[in-house]
Each structure stands twice: as C-alpha cells, then as structure tokens.
Antibody, heavy 113, light 108 residues
Framework: EVQLVESGGGLVQPGGSLRLSCTAS????????MTWFRQAPGKGLEWVAN????????DYVDSVKGRFTISRDNAKNSLFLQMNSLRAEDTALYYC??????WGRGTLVTVSS | EIVLTQSPGTLSLSPGERATLSCRAS???????VAWYQQKPGQAPRLIIY???SRATGIPDRFSGSGSGADFTLTISRLEPEDFAVYFC?????????FGQGTKLEIK
C-alpha cells in the first residue's frame, strides 16, 4: 500500500523557517518524481515544487523561488521542503505527492506573529 | 502561467443523474497532461483522471474524461452518493503546474 506521511509543520513567525519531511513507503521511491503541493485554508490547490528521481532537476512556483528548497534522500525514502523567509501567504496545508497520482494527508504550516 | 477556469462553480444534482464538469485553459494544453481530482472535506485530493481520459487505479468506470486543445470535461455518468465532493482540474505539462478553482458537486 502506498503511503506518504508528512511532518514538520507548525506555527512560525513571519521571516522564520521550517523544514517539512515526507516519508514514503509501499513503492520504489527512487523511481518517481516527487512533488509538494499546498492548499490555503478554504482555498484551492497550488503546486509548490517538484524534483526528479535523482534530485538533479528541481522546479518551483515563482512565489517561493529563492526561499524554498526541495530535496530528497532516496536511501531513506524521504522528501523534504526547506522553507525560509516565510510569509503569511505561505500559510497552508502542505501535501507531499508521488508525482501527481498519490497524495499524503498533509502537514499544516501557519505563519503568524 | 496557464489559467484554468472551471464551470460551473457549484453543480446541484441528484444521485443517478449525469454530471458534466468543464475546465477551460487560457491556452492550448497537451492532452497528455490534464488531470482531475476529487476532494472531500478533511481529505487529501484523490486522482480520478490523468492524461485527459485515463482513469486512475481503482476509479470506477462511471468517471470519464475527455477534451483537447483548451477545453476539457469530466463526466460522471450516474452519480453515487459518494461522488458528491469538490473536483479540481490540473495541468501538469507546463511549468508552473496550475489548478482550476474547483467545482463543488452537491446533492440537490
């Protein structure tokens, strides 16, 4: 059974940092692109970033470029999102996904003073 | 950035009826890169359709997708009670990937 479990969310002040993690199981992690999506409370879906199988191709939505970094550790079946210089508009439920087809339950990030 | 516009915003139907949800793109899309998701309250989105018309694993055949160019459609042939949810279209062929704003399918 495919499982994706996100962690690392929480309450952070504007300008602060958080590192999200996603632990994968039930599939061969190293053979898939992986993606972070987010959904602000009561709002729609937004693609944040993705990374290819060996981590040498990464792409980001413009609003997070220079602030967020996606990475992965295939030996540990883990995906990460380092988020720096956080803003109120980054407040959302962050989902880890296997490419586009299977999503975790999400971890909530709240940016507020 | 490709803008996806879904219509209607809300669709009120009864179980057993046919649902047709539309997604229009601001420019022509690769039909190999259009997906539809179902989202219920408090749950993660669930992939229903990918590559315009391919059903995801475990999705019943009452769900079908079609379209080309800039116009795409999700059809649910006979609504079951569990189908009432919010549906999002998604283009993943061009960066940045983008989503429609969603169609809420509610019980009439």
């Amino acid at each position: 059974e495919v499982q994706l479990v996100e962690s690392g969310g929480g309450l952070v002040q504007p300008g602060g940092s958080l590192r999200l993690s996603c632990t994968a199981s039930g599939f061969t992690f190293s053979t898939y692109w992986m993606t972070w999506f987010r959904q602000a409370p009561g709002k729609g879906l937004e693609w944040v970033a993705n990374i290819n199988q060996n981590g040498n191709k990464k792409d980001y939505v413009d609003s997070v470029k220079g602030r967020f970094t996606i990475s992965r550790d295939n030996a540990k079946n883990s995906l990460f999102l380092q988020m720096n210089s956080l803003r109120a508009e980054d407040t959302a439920l962050y989902y880890c996904a296997r490419d586009i087809d299977f999503w975790g339950r999400g971890t909530l990030v709240t940016v507020s003073s | 950035e490709i803008v996806l516009t879904q219509s209607p915003g809300t669709l009120s139907l009864s179980p057993g009826e046919r649902a047709t949800l539309s997604c229009r793109a601001s420019q022509s899309l690769s039909s190999s890169s259009v997906a539809w998701y179902q989202q219920k309250p408090g749950q993660a989105p669930r992939l229903i359709i990918y590559a315009t018309s391919s059903r995801a694993t475990g999705i019943p055949d009452r769900f079908s997708g079609s379209g080309s160019g800039a116009d795409f459609t999700l059809t649910i042939s006979r609504l079951e009670p569990e189908d009432f949810a919010v549906y999002f279209c998604h283009q993943y062929g061009m960066s940045p990937q983008t989503f429609g704003q969603g169609t809420k399918l509610e019980i009439k």
